[in-house]
């Protein structure tokens, strides 16, 4: 019932930038932590950013002060805005949501929602 669906990812060269979008539907709680991650082929999926209900955000330290995630309730998308990419950002990010007010538990909270993914890649 619940859905969710990126958009946006790409190829670009070290340096640029991409939003990455995701649209969520049939999700009927207005409290919910939201977030993204990624995962590389033979490597464990990594968080990238969270944020809460109450617009609380969490980063990576891999990605912070390059990456800004935020969310508009009224076209129930979810957003990541990559600036300064690097090669090592290259990998398949997904969006993922859970119901609560907070984000309890930060990137090891288990998610009952996800996206099919969207490529990104970066090369140098």
């Known amino acids: 019932q619940v859905q969710l669906v990126e958009s946006g990812g790409g190829s670009v060269q070290a340096g640029g930038s991409l939003r990455l979008s995701c649209a969520v539907s049939g999700y009927a709680d207005s409290s919910y932590c939201v977030g993204w991650f990624r995962q590389v082929p033979g490597k464990k999926r990594e968080g990238v950013a969270l944020i809460d209900s109450n617009g609380s955000t969490s980063y990576a330290d891999s990605v912070k002060g390059r990456f800004t995630i935020s969310q508009d309730n009224a076209k129930n998308t979810l957003y990541l805005q990559m600036n300064s990419l690097q090669p090592g950002d290259t990998a398949m990010y997904y969006c993922?949501?859970?119901?609560?007010?907070?984000?309890?538990?930060?990137?090891?909270?288990?998610?009952?929602?996800w996206g099919q993914g969207t490529q990104v890649t970066v090369s140098s």
């Open positions: 993922a949501a859970d119901r609560g007010r907070y984000c309890s538990g930060g990137f090891r909270r288990v998610f009952s929602y």
